[in-house]
């Protein structure tokens, strides 16, 4: 996620104070009104305030913007216009030809 941030210009100290919240951060689940152990969250982002919205956007553009970029991932969709993707609120769905040019993509988390 810090890539992610530090592509948009975010500073490091923005970055390292994001980071900071997260780390360490446990969990309880609750079943059948018993409540487990604590558990450490490795991924993912607190919820509940505006802060996981704007990181979403950003990996969302992130993304977005890789596949445009490195790859020739798209349907044709009339005749010279290429659609990349669809989405809406939270679900996106990437558009290719086929399997392999799906594989090709390749978006690592570097």
Known sequence: MGKIMRYYGITEKFVTVIVNIHEGTSCKVMI????????????GVIQGGILPLLLFALVVDYVMRRIKR??????????NVKL????????MVLLCEGPEKMQSVGLSSE
């Open 70 to 79: 490195e790859t020739d991932a798209s349907i044709l969709w009339g005749e």
């Open 84 to 91: 990349f993707d669809l989405d809406y609120a939270d679900d």
């Open 32 to 43: 059948d009104g018993c409540l487990s152990d604590p558990f450490e969250v490795k991924s």
